[in-house]
């Protein structure tokens, strides 16, 4: 039975990798080891306990803020000996994450071949995502199976030179999260959730946290949430704030008396998920809201100067507004008060999934172990 060695360590990586891990579980054609770097902790541990995810590893290597030469040489050494332990037939690592850069190398480093989940997204912007851009370039370069979630990150790693033969277009597992979740019944709100869910008028889900926009980007963002909330009092933004002390400092200074703004800790995802469904728009610069908030149907302004997720703009459900003040202010005001730009945005479409992108790793998986004779169909956005 081949081993397969899956090796994850941020919150947005366990979610997408949860439905693969299960996939792979219920069908009991692989051996299959689990591995967290433990790049976070807290909200990494979240969604373990949410999807019930197994855990074979831990590398525990997270550290008050920690730099990303640590991250890298953590994961590198945790790994090695643990490699050659597993000795597995393959590693898979997801997006673009130093976790993920790290754990190819060390892969690359025992000759073991590797599978990118979510690969080929790109900003053409070396330092924008900061550092993501260039661990998704590498991590790509390192590995051998290219599974791209839509039709133009397969265009993208074509254009570098990637062997077409190694690539499979699968839709994002984000969105085989996301339906799930989303099909279940909501939790409970946590009092000060369901009071401000309560509130008149309409509500903003936030979420920020890019290394690029740590200082005057991020300092900016929160004036524009505090300008809006001066002009517009019957707003009410909600935003389960990351555990990053920088990010945390930053808005709780700015935002922390402000009436307008609900701070939340971070939520577990089925939480997270039916907050989406819940309120009217999301401002952020995470790149998993950015997939899922189209699917939902919610506007999302993307408070960043770059995206390697086109898709959603194409479709009109997102803007990239920069990290201006003014900028985000006029882009918020408008979707507050002019209800045909808000209409406008609000479509449900899907061009990053259709829920069945672990169905078809795994089936590619099989394929190229001879555990099956056909290649899954590729994935092709509808519209
Ligand atoms: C990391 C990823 C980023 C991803 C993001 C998702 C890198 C370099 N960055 O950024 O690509 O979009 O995760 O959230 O790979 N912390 C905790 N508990 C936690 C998590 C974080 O206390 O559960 C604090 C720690 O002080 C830690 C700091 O946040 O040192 C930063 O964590 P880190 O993973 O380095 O960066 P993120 O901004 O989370
Ligand atoms: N998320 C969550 N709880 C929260 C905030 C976000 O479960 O309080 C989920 C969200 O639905 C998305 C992922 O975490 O799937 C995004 O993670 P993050 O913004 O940390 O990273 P990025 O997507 O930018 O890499």
Redesign the pocket.
């Known amino acids: 039975m081949p081993t397969l060695f899956v090796s994850f360590g941020?919150?947005?990586e366990a979610i997408k990798m949860a439905p693969v891990v299960l996939e792979l579980h219920r069908r009991e054609h692989f051996r299959v080891v689990t591995c967290l770097t433990g790049?976070?902790?807290?909200?990494?541990d979240q969604v373990i306990q949410g999807f019930a995810l197994p855990v074979d590893h831990d590398l525990d290597v997270?550290?008050?803020?920690?730099s990303?030469t640590h991250?890298t040489t953590a994961v590198l050494s945790g790994l090695e000996p643990l490699l050659a332990l597993e000795a597995p037939d393959m590693v898979l690592v997801h997006g673009?994450?130093?976790?993920t850069f790290a754990t190819g190398l060390a892969a690359f480093y025992q000759q073991i071949p590797v599978a990118h989940v979510e690969a080929g997204l790109r900003t053409d912007t070396l330092y924008n995502p900061y550092?993501?851009e260039a661990n998704r370039r590498l991590t790509d370069r390192l590995a051998e199976v290219l599974y791209a979630p839509t039709p133009a990150a397969r265009e993208a790693l074509l254009a570098e030179g990637a062997a077409p033969e190694g690539i499979c277009v699968t839709g994002n597992t984000v969105i085989d999260a996301l339906l799930a979740t989303a099909a279940s019944p909501a939790p409970a709100w946590e009092p000060r959730l369901a009071a401000a869910l309560d509130r008149r008028g309409p509500k903003v889900l936030v979420t920020v946290?890019r290394?690029e926009s740590w200082g005057v980007p991020m300092q900016a963002i929160a004036r524009a949430i505090k300008s809006v909330c001066a002009d517009h009092p019957q707003t009410t933004f909600l935003f389960p704030i990351?555990?990053?002390?920088v990010v945390r400092e930053t808005f709780r200074g700015i935002l922390g008396d402000v009436p307008g703004v609900v701070f939340a800790e971070p939520l577990p995802y089925d939480a997270f998920v039916h907050l989406m469904k819940a309120v009217d728009l999301v401002i952020t610069d995470s790149?998993g809201i950015q997939e899922e908030a189209p699917t939902l149907g919610k506007p999302v302004l993307v408070m960043r100067d770059t995206t390697e997720r086109p898709e959603g703009i194409a479709a009109g459900t997102a803007r990239l507004v920069g990290t201006d003040t003014t900028a985000i202010h006029t882009a918020l005001a408008e979707l507050l008060t002019d209800r045909t730009a808000y209409e406008a945005m609000a479509n449900a479409v899907n061009p990053y999934g259709d829920g069945r992108a672990a169905v078809r790793i795994a089936d590619h998986l099989e394929h190229l172990f001879g555990l099956r004779p056909e290649p899954p169909v590729p994935f092709a956005p509808v519209g």
């Open positions: 941020t919150r947005p790049q976070h902790r807290e909200m990494l997270m550290r008050a803020a920690q990303l991250i673009d994450t130093t976790t550092p993501e946290h290394r990351h555990l990053n002390p790149g």
